[in-house]
């Protein structure tokens, strides 16, 4: 089981990126999937849920509003938009999943939000 997580980086507050995990090892249509984050300091948090078909899908109140989360289950990846960002939405970025009773995660993505 793999997964790798891509498409962080400097973006300027109020800014855009898109995250991307591309899972390997497993078919991700029989999961649901899971967005987490870590700043500097802090505990690492969930920031999003989406069901296994995709059509249902949670955030942490912080980022309610501002991000989404899809699925791409034929290319099994799966995906974070984040819009409006704001500086304290810096952290590293984690794809993650729960499987056959372990905890996979991916190796993070670094999100920097800063003028």
């Known amino acids: 089981v793999q997964l790798v997580e891509s498409g962080g980086g400097l973006v300027q507050p109020g800014g855009s990126l898109r995250l991307s995990c591309v899972a390997s090892?497993?078919?991700?249509?029989?999961?649901?999937m899971n967005w987490y984050r870590q700043a500097p300091g802090k505990e690492r948090e969930l920031v999003a849920t989406?069901?296994?078909?995709?059509?249902?899908?949670n955030f942490a109140d912080s980022v309610k509003d501002r991000f989404t989360t899809s699925r791409d289950n034929a290319k099994n990846t799966v995906y974070l938009q984040m819009n409006s960002l704001k500086p304290e939405d810096t952290a590293v970025y984690y794809c993650?999943?729960?499987?056959?009773?372990?905890?996979?995660w991916g190796q993070g993505t670094q999100v920097t939000v800063s003028a």
């Open positions: 993650y999943i729960h499987l056959s009773g372990l905890n996979y």
């Open positions: 090892g497993f078919t991700i249509k029989n999961y649901p």
């Open positions: 989406i069901t296994r078909s995709g059509g249902g899908t």
